[in-house]
């Protein structure tokens, strides 16, 4: 069974930063997109940060020269370093992984920033 685990949420100030990780339980080049995602209360789960097939980085406009999404082969992570945070970027946050055409989620870390 694939799994896929989230850490590092937790509360930061306005400005401050977070780094996310997602670990997997079977080599990262086996899935064929790597994501991050978020979700509020009412509101879609929106996509953040995505590498796609053999590298292709893609970022929500909201997100762009703030986030880093980035893979770590040896430890089958997928991270997400999050700078200049701000408010709206309070959420649960997710990584998703397509593994053989199936999308497998993570159970979701809080990341709250105060003003």
């Known amino acids: 069974q694939v799994q896929l685990v989230e850490s590092g949420g937790g509360l930061v100030q306005a400005g401050g930063s977070l780094r996310l990780s997602c670990a997997a339980n079977r080599d990262i080049f086996s899935f064929n997109a790597m994501a991050w995602y978020r979700q509020t209360p009412g509101k879609q789960r929106e996509m953040v940060a995505a590498?796609?097939?053999?590298?292709?980085?893609r970022y929500a406009d909201s997100v762009k020269g703030r986030f880093t999404i980035s893979r770590d082969i040896a430890k089958k992570s997928v991270h997400l370093q999050m700078n200049s945070l701000k408010p709206e970027d309070t959420a649960v946050y997710y990584c998703k992984g397509t593994y053989t055409s199936r999308d497998v989620w993570g159970q979701g870390t809080q990341v709250t920033v105060s003003s």
């Open positions: 590498i796609v097939g053999g590298g292709i980085i």
